[in-house]
Nanobody, 113 residues
C-alpha cells in the first residue's frame, strides 16, 4: 500500500536550517506530483511547496526564497530544504501525494531560541 514516511524534523534556532525527507513506497513515485504541507497549532493545514513530475515547483509566498523542494526519483524521496527559519515556521510538516490523497504521519519542526 501507499506509504509516506517523513523524517528530519527537530528543534532549531531562528536563522537555522533543516532538511526534511519523505520516503515513498507503494506507487510509481516518478509519475506523481509531490507536496509538503504544514500545520501549526490552532491553524489549518497549509500548502508549503509542490514539485511536479517535470520538477517544476510552486511555493507559498511565506517560504519563497527560503525553502527549496526537490526530488530524487531513484530513491523515491522528496526533500524540503528549509533555510533562514523563523519562529512562525514552527509546525508539523506533512508529505502528500495529491492524486492519491495520501499523507505521511508528519514531522515536528520547532524554531525557537
Amino acid at each position: 500500500q501507499v506509504q509516506l514516511v517523513e523524517s528530519g524534523g527537530g528543534l532549531v534556532q531562528p536563522g537555522g536550517s533543516l532538511r526534511l525527507s519523505c520516503a515513498a513506497s507503494g506507487f510509481t513515485f516518478r509519475s506523481f506530483t509531490m507536496s509538503w504541507y504544514r500545520q501549526a497549532p490552532g491553524k489549518e493545514r497549509e500548502l508549503v511547496a509542490t514539485i511536479s513530475i517535470s520538477e517544476s515547483t510552486i511555493y507559498a509566498d511565506s517560504v519563497k526564497g527560503r525553502f527549496t523542494i526537490s526530488r530524487n526519483n531513484a530513491k523515491n524521496t522528496v526533500y524540503l530544504q528549509m533555510n533562514s527559519l523563523k519562529p512562525e515556521d514552527t509546525a508539523v510538516y506533512y508529505c502528500h501525494t495529491p492524486r492519491l490523497g495520501s499523507w505521511g504521519q508528519g514531522t515536528q519542526v520547532t524554531v525557537s531560541a
